[in-house]
């Protein structure tokens, strides 16, 4: 059975590091933007990261510009971005796409593993998003794919997928998962 240490990605720097790497963690692996409505998240996930990581926690961060553009610079502007706005310590790679022929195959397996679930309709931005995604495909919740900056995924120890979170999911439901597999 495959799990995420199958695979190989780019850091921001252009290397290879496999996620054989991070054997034996718990990881929450997000889809992110600078320029998003969901931008903010960088805070949480940043609070989670400092609250959890001595306990075998780890983020793994890939930015993406497939959602709006949202996501411009290269892969250091994105850093800096990170560390001077949200003072992120969690390693972040070099962007990719998440959805389409050129999507990170890392990504592909994650949507394979957990399809999308639906948004928490009662977020705010969520009823945006549904507009917005019905009217350029009515069909889009039956997809597994992507749908939009912070998606996150939670894989547990051994590698594999236990749970997707939707960027309107609730991150105090994020870090209560991640207690309970920790």
């Not at 692996?29 to 409505?37: D, F, L, P, Q, S």
């Not at 996150?152 to 309107?168: A, C, H, Q, W, Y």
Request: some cysteine.
């Amino acid at each position: 059975m495959k799990t995420i240490y199958d695979y190989t990605v780019k850091d921001r720097k252009g290397r290879d590091v496999s996620l054989k790497e991070y054997a034996g963690e718990v990881i929450l692996i997000v889809n992110t933007a600078t320029r998003c409505g969901f931008t903010p998240q960088y805070t949480e996930l940043e609070q989670i990261y400092e609250k959890y990581r001595s306990q075998g926690f780890n983020i793994l961060d890939f930015p993406c510009n497939q959602f709006g553009q949202q996501a411009p610079g290269t892969a250091e502007e994105i850093h800096e971005f990170c560390q001077l706005n949200y003072a992120t310590k969690f390693p972040q790679f070099k962007k990719v796409d998440v959805n389409g022929d050129k999507a990170s195959p890392l990504f592909t397996f994650l949507k394979s593993q957990k399809p999308f679930g639906g948004f928490d309709m009662n977020h705010p931005i969520a009823k945006i998003l549904d507009e917005m995604l019905s009217k350029a495909d009515p069909e889009y919740k039956n997809s597994p794919d992507i749908k939009w900056n912070f998606t996150k995924f939670l894989i547990d120890k051994k590698g594999m997928v236990k749970s997707r979170f939707e960027p309107t999911d609730s991150m105090e439901e994020v870090a209560k998962q991640i207690e309970a597999i920790l």
